[in-house]
């Protein structure tokens, strides 16, 4: 259904850590997907596509939006949020969208150190409401 979603699982999957596994938090009628991953844990071929940069110190943020009243039907929104590690460090994360056919989804990178722990906060506005997605993340560089 996502490619590119599917495509990062596959990766994360791959390679031995379940810490990669998509993660869902569902706002009224919202579900939201989101997965961080080092960049390096997608192909050439995929970062070029999207023209993303593999480094063993970026990660990926990817998100999608579903309407659950729409048979979780793919939704529009803007996207804007920080990362900040436990030493306060704060990053913003600039997000582009990307559309599949009917699949939509938000893509931002970020700089992580080896073990680092990040606490990301997105605003998630689409035309009926905003919603805070926060989640925590441990970056490993391989």
């Known amino acids: 259904m996502f490619k590119f979603i599917l495509k ?3 990766f994360s999957f791959l390679l031995h850590s379940s810490a990669y596994a998509e993660q869902k938090k569902d706002f009224d009628d919202l579900s939201v997907h989101y997965i961080a991953l080092p960049t390096q844990f997608l ?8 023209d993303i940069k593999r480094s063993k ?3 990926l943020i990817n998100i ?4 659950n009243t729409q048979q979780n039907k793919a939704q529009h929104a803007t996207l804007s949020g920080t990362g900040r590690n436990l030493m306060g460090q704060v990053s913003q994360l600039n997000f582009t969208e990307v559309r ?7 893509l931002a990178t970020y700089p992580f150190l080896n073990e680092e ?6 605003k998630i506005k689409t035309e009926k409401k905003i919603n805070i ?8 560089v391989n």
């Not at 997605?133 to 490993?140: C, T």
């Open 43 to 50: 192909s050439p071929e995929v970062a070029h596509q999207y």
């Open 64 to 67: 999608s939006v579903l309407d």
């Open 100 to 106: 599949e056919g009917e699949a939509i989804y938000y």
């Open 57 to 59: 110190y970026s990660g």
């Open 117 to 122: 722990i990040v606490n990301f906060k997105i």
């Open 8 to 10: 990062c699982l596959a």
């Open 133 to 140: 997605l926060k989640f925590q993340h441990k970056f490993y």
